[in-house]
């Protein structure tokens, strides 16, 4: 999980709902505490989630490929990676042997994979049209076959926009004919709008780590460092059965950005920052939450109140229609009407970017990003 900076909460702005959660602010002397969640919760919560049907894949494929051909895209080439599994549901990691799936304009997915993991691709693709080949052959080779046969050897490929260079230099040697273009303008547009069962699992993300901390904070006690809070945290998200966990800053560390290598002990009268999330069906939170042990100053509580009237300002700004950069100029407004700017010299990033399979998505919420907002897409809200 990335490190934030100095005294700030994130919320997940959605143009279609917008999802405030507030920041905890307690004064916790916890040592007398070590109790875990509520099962009655746990079970609530859970009851909540629903995978994402084939239905919905091919609907994400469908919709793919009207964009294909809105932007004169005759198919996609994607690895292993985030992009493949929104639009098929197959999960498979990146190595030097390519696995790749082929999305045409018109047609079925076809799968590239290496011969001796027919059984494992097999598993992972269904019914789909899968192709192999062997150690001693060329990936290439046969993507060149495979485009042939499908009458897509002299086409705009669109390349997804993590593939590996290497693999596009080798495309480009093996088969000159193809003109390689950029995918995002597909790939991006369908995964940074959210449909509604979408952004119920990543409510129920936030729903999880919100108990999470609250449950965590009461643990807090003198002396524990940052590597023993997060332990606890990562243990409370296995109650849910979900695999979470969170960067924790203590004291001066919570006032640099990412935080500080070295471990810091909690002491009365210190900031606890906690910066996490976890997964659920494949889908992210990413919260942060500021408190204090012990009794904050008035310097403390002064900034919290400016980062949450920052915070509150670009959820009223956030609707569709409305350009990114409107929404951090909103926020970042409020900052400088209290003393802490011009621009980027105490509120040092951007407002926000967007949330949904990976942690940091598309698009960002950020000075000259004049891209309107669209209903279904979700950012962090992080002042």
Partial sequence: MNRRNFLRTTGTVSAAALLHQ??????????????????????SIRQRISPITEIEYNNRRIYAQRLMAENSIDAILMEGGTSLNYFTGASWGRSERLFALILPQKGEPLFIAPKFEEGRAKEQTGNARLYTWEENESPYA????????????????????????????????????LRLIPAMIVTASCRSV?????????????????????????????????????????????????????????????????????????????IVLIDGGCTVEGYESDVTRTTVFGKPTDKMNKVWEIVSLAQHKALQTAKPGIQAEMVDAAARGII?????????????????????????????????NKRQLYRGNVFSNEP
């Fill in 22 to 43: 507030r920041s905890i602010a307690a004064n916790t002397n916890a040592a007398e505490y070590n109790q875990d969640i509520d099962p009655a919760i746990i079970k």
């Fill in 142 to 177: 046969l993507i060149k076959q495979v485009l042939k046969d499908n009458n897509l050897l002299t086409v705009n490929l669109g390349i997804e926009e993590t593939v590996r260079y290497f693999v596009t230099e080798n495309l480009q040697k093996s088969i000159p004919s």
């Fill in 194 to 270: 959210k449909s509604e069962h979408e952004m119920e699992l990543m409510q129920i993300a936030n729903d999880i780590t919100a108990e999470v901390y609250k449950a965590a904070v009461k643990q807090l006690k003198e002396g524990m460092d940052e590597r023993e809070f997060g332990g606890i945290i990562s243990k409370l998200f296995l109650e849910f059965g979900v695999n979470g966990g969170a960067l924790v800053l203590f004291g001066e560390a919570s006032a640099y950005p990412h935080g500080l290598v070295k471990e810091t002990k909690l002491k009365q009268g210190d």
């Fill in 336 to 368: 400088e009407e209290n003393g802490y700017g011009p621009g980027y010299k105490y509120f040092t990033h951007r407002l926000g970017h967007g949330i949904g399979m990976d942690g940091h998505e598309w698009f960002y919420l950020v000075g000259g």
